[in-house]
């Protein structure tokens, strides 16, 4: 195969490894810092609501690549020492819980009012309602976009490289300077990506066809 040895291929595998890693730890802070978000851009108090909806803006209005940056220098600059995969983990929180709230909003919107008023009928306090009668509806309407955006995160993890994070698009960026075969060795990492990401891609695609039709 070329100037690739398995030592090669295992490296870039093992890359591949701390992809998922970083994937998941995107994931996990972006659920948790995406519910309250999305409740704060659902509430009836408009301070909540424009509060919330200032961070969503910064979040999305500064690319990936620079909030990664930003947090890793900036907490150096604080006198921290935090590793690199911390760091982009931390910002890929930020991205996944800024998309996250925006979709799960949404999600919360989509409830139909009757539900609502049902809630106000029977006395429930906020929440209570958003406990027992708004998000069981709502999560139910967000599997799908949910799943879907984790592909998102997975490819949008490559950009931690930008601050030496050892991932897959860093591990096959080593091997290609020592082996010199960048099509091969970044064909190879296509074929990762996508053997990571299709999966979730299919599987979002089924649940949004089997929640229409029922």
């Not at 040895?5 to 998922?20: P, R, S």
Request: proline letters at 5%; one cysteine or more; hydrophobic letters at 50%.
């Amino acid at each position: 195969m070329h100037g690739l040895t398995i030592d090669h291929i295992f490296f870039i595998f093992k890359g591949a490894g701390w992809t998922l890693i970083l994937s998941a730890m995107g994931f996990i802070g972006g659920t948790i810092l995406g519910l309250p978000i999305a409740l704060a851009r659902s509430s009836s108090n408009k301070w909540m609501r424009r509060i919330s909806g200032f961070m969503v803006q910064v979040v999305q209005g500064i690319p990936l690549p620079v909030i990664m940056f930003v947090v890793y220098f900036g907490i150096s600059v604080a006198g921290f020492d935090l590793p690199a995969i911390v760091a982009a983990g931390l910002a890929l929180t930020a991205y996944s819980g800024a998309y996250l709230g925006e979709i799960w909003k949404g999600c919360i919107q989509a409830v139909p009012r009757t539900q609502w008023e049902a809630a106000d009928c029977l006395a429930l306090t906020p929440i209570q309602t958003a406990a027992y009668v708004i998000l069981p509806q709502a999560a139910r309407i967000a599997i799908p976009p949910t799943v879907g955006f984790l592909v998102q995160i997975v490819k949008n993890s490559s950009y931690a490289v930008v601050i030496g994070v050892f991932d897959l698009t860093y591990s096959s960026r080593v091997v290609n300077n020592s082996t010199f075969e960048p099509f091969l060795v970044f064909t190879i990492a296509a074929i990762i990506y996508f053997a990571m990401c299709y999966p979730l891609s299919s599987l979002a695609s089924r649940l949004e066809r089997k929640f229409k039709k029922s």
